[in-house]
């Protein structure tokens, strides 16, 4: 067995017979086993998949662009105007043919072509993402070998399992993401990454057979954690200036805030006021929008363009601090993350919400935002892959929301992150509780939460007037003097 790691990046497919296609993590490029290819326009497919069939070629759905980006070794980089829908969006058949979904064949598109098992009398097709989330055999997201072999991440523990029909073995053990495997004969490659913290990703390729595969170690199951002690809850408030507390994604109105933010295309349910995600400007908005969320710094102008005079709120997602971005107007807004990563320190983290919070204030006269961390990052509760966060460390970050907010009155939205997900608020009522004390500690007047005044869109520029000319007789000059309102 050998393995290959590519430092940098995450999503990757493999060939046993040696092609393969890893997307850096920055977007700068694909390494490939022909070298790095440079990415289209600043733009790189995302969760790639490769196939030699008509020569080398990989694909996968933009990771900007509303497109389709196909790279082939005799022409290059051949986009296809087609938006890939959801994850695991494209793959190519056994023929070569590339296939783009919809979204019609289910939330996880699809996972390999082959047949399910052993018992599976029907012909080789495509396998979608959904058939396959999960199995009574101690494996998700798992891929059929052949031969009585399956492949993918371990329900319980994670890792990359092996299951021969009987026992579960061992590959790889940490969090192992986007698991792909592929056969030829009696050899098997199989990709994925490793996540490692924030930028630190790795993408491997091991290289077996199915005999190695049939010898690994036996499974043997984590002990179950001990019971956590009772949490330890963050206060919030006083607050020294009104703020406007907006969930991400709650479209069915559970937390009776006043506004929600839209994302994923999820219909709103209830009608009041929101933040539509760039993405989720086609679903059904029933309230006023309040203004077109992004995280596209680079795409800031494109987005503009979707939301026409209505204002646009810039996220800022990084370690870094932010840019000043030339082509923000007076009524758009800007937010930063207070966001704990991998490998971050509560004391690292919080002194870099502070410094880039007063990194926007010093260059930004416009109203801000803060986005809270409400939920626990990585997989879904109780999951796999796991979830990075425990509940008081999530609660721990929390602590810092009222100095960060009270820092300067531009900051007047606090978003947590977020509602309806599976290691969110509604996952953990914990988290719930500590959302539902935001909500009561907000300034109050008459008994009810005081609206912030956002800076409103500035009247557009009148036109210069057309000067009349004077009429000196000329009928030709008459005509126009008349037709300008001349006297």
Known sequence: ???????????????????????????????????AISALDGCVPTQVRVTTMGGFRFAGQSNKSSETL??????????????????????????????????????????????????????????????????????????YLGDSLWIGQGAADGGILVYDGARLRVLETGWDMFIRANRIGDDVAVAFYISQGTGRNTAVILQATMQELRQLPLYVPDPPPPPSPDPVEPTFGPFTHPILVVPFKDPEGATTALAEILVNMNNQMTRRPCIVAEDTLGADILGPVLGVYTEDEAGLRRVMAKAGDRRVILCHDALTDVTPNPYLRSHDQVWIELYRYLNETLATAADRWHRQALNVISWWRGDMGVVPMFYCMGGPRNGIPPEVWTEQQVLDTLAYLTGIVNLSSQIKIVAPFEYLRANGMSAHPVLYEAFKRLMAAVPM???????????????????????????????????????????
């Not at 590339?98 to 996972?111: A, E, L, M, P, Y």
């Not at 005081?450 to 520029?461: K, N």
């Not at 007789?473 to 001349?486: F, N």
Request: proline share 11%; hydrophobic share 35%; charged share 15%.
């Open 70 to 143: 196909v790279w082939v070794q005799a022409y290059g980089w051949q986009p296809i105007p087609t938006v890939a829908c959801g994850v695991n969006a494209v793959i190519y058949d056994a023929a070569g043919s590339i296939h783009i979904s919809n979204c019609s064949v289910g939330s996880q598109g699809w996972r390999y072509y082959g047949i399910l098992g052993p018992s599976d009398q029907t012909p080789p097709r495509l396998i979608t993402g959904d058939e396959t989330i999960r199995s009574s055999f101690g494996l998700t997201e798992w891929t």
């Open 1 to 35: 067995m050998t393995r290959t790691e590519i430092p940098g990046s995450w999503y990757i497919d493999a060939l046993p017979t040696g092609e393969y296609a890893a997307v850096a993590l920055d977007g700068s490029v694909v390494h490939t086993h022909l070298g």
């Open 445 to 487: 007047s008459d008994g009810k939460p005081i609206w912030p005044s956002f800076i409103a869109q500035a009247p557009p520029t009148p036109p210069k007037p057309v000067p009349v000319p004077k009429y000196d007789g000329s009928a030709l000059v008459a005509a126009a003097y008349v037709q300008r309102g001349g006297k």
